[in-house]
């Protein structure tokens, strides 16, 4: 078991990777002394609760706590206003209380719903994750929780910081395939975004990932979880650095919306949001090398690094504007300096914007 700690100056908290650790979330929630005394809520969905919701319920209530569970829709779509109130029912209707625990059990999905819940129930009570996806070694760490709006990605949410994360790497066995590799674009992002180092690891460990290889995915998971709680412990609420975090995700969420929610998983989105940076980046005068490892790594592991055609350019643009990365009249990039550092721009055009969807739509033969 590895043990990670993200430091927020006045506040820290623990990250457990390990085996089997579900199975002990009772003795976890003892020794970091949540009270027995009020409910717990476990918030999970459709496809996580038949395989993992009764191994925590048993361990909680083995250790004296009285568990309600919630079971979301599986998918994007879950993260809405609409489920959000139906799990605040479960939490209101299951009597929890302001010394009450809402646990995230499930991948990002669920721990963005989760931990809204927890950040506003009677104004907000105590926050624990139980990540079961690899894409959630990002979503777990780092404290943002939110819903999406129709026009925007995680247009509706907080900063919550959970009380622990028990990332318990045997639940990975069952994700499907899909959910794999989009997973794995977040980890790379994180090697291209602060350590040359790991993403050349990640190149080098493709297929032992994708192969869900026990002690390559364990290693990759703390790498990107320690590289994630550096630079939150550094800026908690994004004022700054803590922005490095969104590359690929201007036009990523753009994406992610006008798809509805639907047509790409936030990874893959992601990863054709990280081909549009380096080639901005190469637009703007980088060497052309940046775009080329960049789609390389990506493509290694089944990633998408082009924009379906059928997608309309000014809708793109029209979503991205509607993004938190557009803020004081000007649209916000994270692009690549070279692989394993970024830089935060605010000075990016809609010309260059749209002439970058058009190369990678392969409408531009120059790309
Ligand atoms: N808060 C943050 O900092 C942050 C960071 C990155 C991503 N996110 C958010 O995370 C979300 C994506 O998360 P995700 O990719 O984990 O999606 P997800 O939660 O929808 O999980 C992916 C799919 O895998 C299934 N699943 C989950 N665990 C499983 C398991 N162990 N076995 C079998 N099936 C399993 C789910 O039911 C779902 O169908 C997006 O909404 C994204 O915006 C948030
Ligand atoms: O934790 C962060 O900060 C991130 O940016 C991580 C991202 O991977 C994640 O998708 C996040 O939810 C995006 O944040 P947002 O503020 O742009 O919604
Ligand atoms: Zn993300």
């Given at each position: 078991m590895r043990t990670l700690t993200v430091d927020l100056g006045d506040r820290s908290y623990p990250i457990y990777i390990g085996e089997g650790l579900l199975h002990k979330s009772g003795d976890y929630f003892q020794q970091h002394q949540l009270t027995t005394k009020s409910p717990v809520l476990i918030v999970s969905d459709e496809n996580i609760a038949p395989k993992y919701l009764h191994v925590v319920e048993s361990s909680l209530q083995a250790s004296g706590y009285r568990t309600v569970s919630s079971v979301v829709k599986a998918g994007?779509?879950?993260?809405?206003l609409d489920v959000f109130e139906e799990v605040m029912t479960v939490a209101i209707e299951g009597g929890l209380d302001r010394k009450s625990t809402v646990v995230a059990l499930g991948g990002g999905v669920v721990g963005d719903l989760a931990g809204f819940v927890a950040a506003s129930f009677m104004r907000g009570v105590h926050f624990v994750q139980m990540p079961t996806t690899i894409l959630a070694h990002d979503s777990s760490v780092g404290g943002k929780v939110a819903v999406n709006h129709r026009l925007a990605k995680n247009m509706i949410g907080a900063f919550h910081q959970p009380t622990m994360v028990l990332y318990?790497?045997?639940?990975?066995?069952?994700?499907p395939e899909r959910d794999v590799r989009s997973g794995l674009s977040e980890m790379i992002k994180h090697g291209l975004i602060w350590d040359e180092k790991f993403a050349d690891w990640c190149r080098d460990n493709a297929e032992r990932l994708l192969a869900l290889d026990r002690e390559a995915l364990t290693y990759g998971l703390t790498e990107g979880c320690s590289i994630k709680a550096k630079v939150v412990s550094s800026d908690e609420t994004e004022?700054?650095?803590?922005?490095?975090?969104?590359?690929?995700?201007t036009i990523g969420h753009a994406l992610e919306a006008i798809g509805g929610?639907?047509?790409?998983?936030h990874g893959e989105a992601i990863s054709i949001g990280m081909a549009a940076s380096a080639l901005l980046a190469v637009n703007r005068g980088r060497d052309r090398s940046i775009y080329e490892e960049t789609t390389a790594l990506l493509r290694k592991f089944g990633l998408p690094t082009t924009i379906p055609g059928h997608l309309n350019d000014d809708d793109i643009i029209s979503a991205m504007l509607h993004d938190?990365?557009?803020?004081e009249n000007k649209i916000v990039f994270v692009l690549p300096v070279r692989i394993g550092e970024v830089e935060i721009v605010s000075d990016m055009t809609l010309d260059e914007v749209r002439k970058v969807i058009t190369q990678l739509k392969g409408e531009d033969q120059h790309v």
């Open positions: 994007e779509k879950s993260k809405s318990d790497v045997d639940t990975l066995r069952t994700l004022q700054g650095l803590r922005a490095i975090l969104n590359l690929g995700h929610y639907g047509e790409f998983l938190k990365k557009f803020k």
